[in-house]
């Protein structure tokens, strides 16, 4: 099955800073990479996601990167403010089987705490 | 998401218990998930569904259960024999696309 770590286990940056965040995987095969953030006591909520045959993916602020020879992608957020405190997880498929949706397997999260 | 209701939001249980989580959605999703989040972990897949009347377990599906009867509904039952159930349960969906969650239960042991 799909092995995901994510590091750092705990990000603080000073406002304005860029945060990331970086998972590596186990399967060459998973080919659909989300990405979550949950604020204290609520539901994750996906941000961003990107699929094995594109490099980078940018949405305002936020982007993530995909290597897949090294196996591992980033969340990278620029310019980042107090709202972006939040628990942020990626996520991997636990194995292809042709498709890029259905069962994940969840990074253990990162603590992102930015300071006005 | 609007579209996913999880209830209760907060849920007690008595040694040697069995109590129930519900999740309902309304988007017309095929699959729903069950995940058990502890502080500090990330997301634990306990059972899963892809369609009715069919679910399969997760990682750690010992001491739950579910049913799927209906494609909008995917209640959880956490049983006895779940010696450490304390913790925030989450339910998804998702239909040929991202995973939506809901709100989340929280389940204290009394």
């Known amino acids: 099955g799909e092995n995901v770590e994510q590091h750092p286990s705990t990000l603080s940056v000073q406002e304005g800073d860029s945060a990331v965040i970086k998972c590596t995987y186990s399967?060459?095969?998973?080919?659909?990479f989300p990405w979550y953030k949950q604020e204290l006591g609520k539901r994750p909520q996906l941000i961003i996601d990107?699929?094995?045959?594109?490099g980078e993916k940018k949405d305002q602020r936020i982007a993530v990167t995909l290597n897949k020879t090294a196996k591992h992608f980033s969340l990278h957020i620029t310019e980042t403010q107090p709202e972006d405190s939040a628990v942020y997880f990626c996520?991997?498929?636990?194995?292809?089987?042709?498709?890029?949706?259905?069962?994940?397997?969840f990074g253990q999260g990162t603590i992102l705490t930015v300071h006005p | 998401d609007g579209g996913i209701t999880q209830s209760p939001k907060y849920l007690f249980r008595k040694e040697g218990q069995n109590v129930t989580l519900s999740c309902e959605q309304n988007?017309?999703?095929?699959?729903m998930y069950w995940y058990r989040q502890d502080p500090g972990q990330g997301l634990r897949l306990i059972y899963y569904?892809?369609?009715?009347?069919?679910?399969q377990k997760g990682d750690i599906a010992e001491g739950y259960s579910v049913s799927r009867e209906k494609k909008e509904s995917f209640p959880l039952t956490v049983t006895s024999a779940q010696k450490n159930p304390t913790a925030f349960y989450l339910c998804?969906?998702?239909?040929?696309?991202?995973?939506?969650f809901g709100d989340g239960t929280r389940l204290s042991i009394l």
């Open positions: 399967d060459s095969a998973s080919n659909y």
């Open positions: 996520a991997a498929p636990p194995n292809a089987g042709g498709t890029s949706y259905g069962k994940l397997t």
């Open positions: 990107i699929r094995s045959n594109v």
């Open positions: 998804a969906s998702s239909r040929a696309g991202p995973q939506h």
């Open positions: 569904s892809q369609i009715v009347n069919d679910f």
């Open positions: 988007l017309n999703h095929d699959a």
